[in-house]
């Protein structure tokens, strides 16, 4: 149950998209002046085909028409480089607004790169995908690690509903933001950590830069029969709440412990990291977020400890950043940021360009 269904997907693309480019039009304050629209930046994939096709050829059909270039963006690249767009107002900017279709204001960053600065990692975590990455510059990327099985956004959502926590639709953040809600109330938390892995972290996993959570979420699955066996078919509220919250450590720990891997492999290749991006819809988690900025203090522990307590430079600290939640999310902001982005480094695409449904970043 759940998930997309492509071809009403597809048609619902064909249906609103016009409307949808007409709206936001208008409240980028153009009016009737589309000769202030400098680029057309359109995502290229990867996704379903039919849907970016819709996308693709609206793009290229403006872009024609206005006599504009037009960019092909990569999902992923867009959301990697989101953070780069939100704390642009941290740099010397211009006072000039310039993206506004989401209601956020933000600047152009003016004489300045945007922060953070190349090479950040990037963890992007969502319904589907799991991946971190070293950005080392606008379109180059090293992909450290990927899921091999799940991805942590389906492993929170099944979860979620193996143990039946009611998902207001519509609540920002879907079944995972409700898991994490359900999370915070336990009073026991500890109850089901002795029946729940943290994935890839035996010793002979441990140094592998690999995601997994196909088995995590199968010990959910065992414990909720269990409860459920035990109490007649009902498990209560106070055991979900614990074992939402059992899930969510583990599957947090697991995130940190390839996060830190990653940060040291990093470091032993002379690739000074700048910062930790996180990304995507499970990056609205807010224990998520918070175990990161832990994961970042112990490696600044750690590296003053190698350097025999001589003095560290606080600017090469690594900064954990998370764009506001609803540019975590698919939006379309991201996707305007990326070409703008690429479009700065002359990387312009033709109007014949084809969509990419599997692109490998
Ligand atoms: O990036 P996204 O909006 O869409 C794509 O999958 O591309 O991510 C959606 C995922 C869903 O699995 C949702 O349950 C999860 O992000 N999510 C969360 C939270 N908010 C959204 N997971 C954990 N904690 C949250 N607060
Ligand atoms: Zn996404």
Redesign the pocket.
């Known amino acids: 149950m759940g998930g997309i269904v492509p071809k009403l997907a597809h048609h619902a693309h064909m249906r609103n998209l016009p409307e949808v480019v007409r709206e936001a039009i208008q409240k980028a304050g153009l009016g009737d002046d589309l000769s202030k629209i400098d680029v057309v930046a359109v995502t290229r994939g990867p996704g379903l085909a039919h849907c970016l096709g819709v996308g693709l050829n609206a793009a290229k059909t403006l872009a024609a028409a206005l006599n504009k270039p037009l960019i092909g963006v990569h999902h992923m690249e867009a959301?990697a480089l989101t953070a780069r767009l939100t704390t642009a107002d941290d740099a010397q900017h211009n006072s000039e607004p310039y993206i506004s279709a989401t209601g956020a204001v933000n600047y152009a960053p003016v004489g300045s790169d945007p922060y953070p600065s190349f090479p950040f990692l990037t963890l992007l975590v969502?319904?589907?995908?799991t991946l971190l990455l070293v950005a080392h510059s606008v379109d180059r990327y090293t992909t450290l690690a990927t899921t091999v099985d799940d991805s942590i956004?389906?492993a929170?959502?099944k979860s979620?509903r193996e143990l039946d926590i009611p998902w207001l639709p519509g609540r920002a953040?879907?079944?995972?933001?409700s898991?994490?809600a359900y999370a915070k109330g336990s009073k026991s938390p500890t109850r089901y950590l002795d029946q729940l892995p943290i994935p890839m972290s035996l010793r002979k996993t441990k140094r592998e830069m690999k995601f997994s959570f196909a088995g995590l979420k199968s010990a959910v699955t065992r414990a909720v029969e269990k409860e459920k066996k035990a109490g007649q078919g009902i498990m209560d509220e106070d055991k979900k709440m614990d074992l939402a919250a059992g899930f969510q450590h583990c599957a947090i720990t697991h995130l940190c412990q390839k996060v830190e891997q990653g940060l040291r492999d990093c470091q032993e290749q002379g690739i000074q990291i700048s910062s930790l991006v996180i990304s995507?819809?499970?990056g609205?988690?807010?224990t998520?977020r918070q175990k990161m900025e832990e994961v970042c203090a112990n490696y600044e522990l750690e590296t003053q400890k190698k350097t025999k307590g001589s003095e560290v430079d606080k600017t090469k600290r690594v900064r954990v950043i998370c764009p506001p939640p609803k540019l975590?999310?698919?939006n379309a902001v991201m996707i305007a940021w990326t070409g703008l982005e690429r479009y700065q480094k002359g990387l312009i695409d033709r109007y014949d360009i084809d969509i990419a449904p599997k692109w490998p970043l």
């Open positions: 959301h969502s319904g589907g995908h956004g389906e929170f959502d979620a953040g879907g079944p995972g933001a898991l994490e995507g819809g499970v609205r988690n807010a998520l975590c999310t698919d």
